[in-house]
């Protein structure tokens, strides 16, 4: 399979980078200081969307903001084991200037350590701090599309999560989804692959040719 776009709009954790065990280190803590019931915390969604939208399903509303800024301090002090997922390098290295942007669901400080501990940059990088809704709603799409000068219907999405995937759907761009944290099965998108070092970039005298390697 082959898509033909003019930029690619990557999220960041489960996509580019492993940050599982962060997360969750991150996570526990945060819920045994805020007394989180364990069966309502396995309930609720919480790979893909931006942390205080999940901690309005988890906490009263006057303590929102102050679970949000404890979850962000944990996890900006703990980026032991964050390393980038296969095919990451070569993707970020190969798409020419200014035609990828990292779209993550994380805060800019967060995203910045992540991406450092990586040992990865995003020259163009959309963060929860920058849209008012963030995915399952198309907004950050939309807005890397806009900061790369794209059309969203030329670009390419590339997720790891049924959120962000709905939300590339919902901005109107192609999508290919990772199964690094979901099954291959939950996951709506043109094509899944295992990783990212089954796309193959190349640039055209139109814009982006990225080609799927044979998955099975």
């Given at each position: 399979m082959r898509f033909e776009v003019d930029a690619l709009l990557v999220d960041m954790d489960g996509t580019l980078i492993d940050s599982t065990a962060s997360v969750l280190r991150g996570w526990k803590v945060l819920a045994e200081e805020f007394a989180i019931p364990a069966d309502r915390f396995a309930a609720v969604?919480?790979?893909?969307?931006?942390?205080?939208e999940i901690l309005r399903e988890l906490v009263d509303p006057e303590r929102v903001d102050r679970a949000a800024a404890r979850l962000d301090e944990l996890e900006i002090s703990d980026v032991d084991g964050i390393v980038p997922l296969p095919g990451a390098v070569a993707l970020l290295?190969?798409?020419?200037?200014?035609?990828?942007?990292v779209v993550t669901s994380a805060g800019r400080g967060l995203?910045?350590?992540?991406?450092?501990?990586?040992?990865?940059?995003a020259p163009v990088l959309v963060t929860a701090d920058d849209v008012?809704?963030?995915k399952p709603d198309p907004e950050p799409?939309?807005?890397g599309a806009e900061l790369l000068g794209a059309k969203p219907a030329?670009?390419?999405?590339?997720?790891?999560?049924?959120?962000g995937l709905a939300a590339g759907r919902a901005a109107g761009a192609a999508c290919i989804a990772v199964a690094a944290t979901h099954h291959a099965g939950d996951l709506d998108a043109d094509v899944v692959v295992p990783d990212l070092s089954a796309l193959r970039i190349e640039r055209t005298d139109?814009?982006?040719?990225?080609?799927?390697?044979d998955v099975g």
């Amino acid at each position: 399979m082959r898509f033909e776009v003019d930029a690619l709009l990557v999220d960041m954790d489960g996509t580019l980078i492993d940050s599982t065990a962060s997360v969750l280190r991150g996570w526990k803590v945060l819920a045994e200081e805020f007394a989180i019931p364990a069966d309502r915390f396995a309930a609720v969604p919480r790979h893909g969307r931006p942390a205080v939208e999940i901690l309005r399903e988890l906490v009263d509303p006057e303590r929102v903001d102050r679970a949000a800024a404890r979850l962000d301090e944990l996890e900006i002090s703990d980026v032991d084991g964050i390393v980038p997922l296969p095919g990451a390098v070569a993707l970020l290295s190969a798409a020419p200037a200014g035609t990828l942007a990292v779209v993550t669901s994380a805060g800019r400080g967060l995203a910045t350590a992540r991406l450092r501990a990586a040992g990865l940059t995003a020259p163009v990088l959309v963060t929860a701090d920058d849209v008012a809704r963030g995915k399952p709603d198309p907004e950050p799409f939309l807005l890397g599309a806009e900061l790369l000068g794209a059309k969203p219907a030329r670009c390419l999405v590339l997720e790891d999560a049924p959120a962000g995937l709905a939300a590339g759907r919902a901005a109107g761009a192609a999508c290919i989804a990772v199964a690094a944290t979901h099954h291959a099965g939950d996951l709506d998108a043109d094509v899944v692959v295992p990783d990212l070092s089954a796309l193959r970039i190349e640039r055209t005298d139109t814009g982006l040719v990225v080609e799927v390697a044979d998955v099975g």
